[in-house]
């Protein structure tokens, strides 16, 4: 019976944590934000658009605090490097990003966002997604370290 009642508890607390929709628990956001996250994949409106991204090692540094860091080198081969600040917010579903520049990340998106939609957040993978004119842009990463 108290192992039925333990089994019982245990899954209640599992099922009562929330989720993001591509997987990863909002209550260890921050924690699992922290650190530098590696772009692998860009999709738009849920295709695999990585071939027509602008950017080479595109990497974005949260750090505790709430400083942030945005390393890319573009088309031309110039490496650029921008500061700025993070938060989490909207009951840990929203993730604000206040960078110091935008970028052109596709020939159709020169990203001015500030707000974008966490989809999946664990300790390895990052996935956010803002939405423009021509839909839902996805930028997947890796952590790195």
Sequence with gaps: MK???LF???MALVFACAKY???GLHKLAKGHM??????????????DYSDTVLVL???ETFN????????????????????GGWDIAGERTTLKIFA???????????????NFTID???KKDLWYSFEASNGKHQLRFNKIN
């Design 3 to 5: 192992k039925a009642l």
């Design 100 to 114: 110091d520049s935008t970028y052109k990340l596709t020939p159709m998106i020169n990203n001015t966002a500030t």
């Design 21 to 23: 929709p591509e997987g």
């Design 57 to 59: 090692n595109f990497q």
């Design 64 to 83: 505790e605090g709430g400083t942030f860091e945005r390393k890319y080198i573009d088309t031309s081969g110039v490496y650029h490097n921008y500061g």
């Design 120 to 122: 999946r957040l664990t």
């Design 34 to 47: 922290m650190g530098t996250w590696k772009m692998t994949a860009y999709y738009m409106n849920g295709f």
């Design 8 to 10: 019982c508890c245990t």
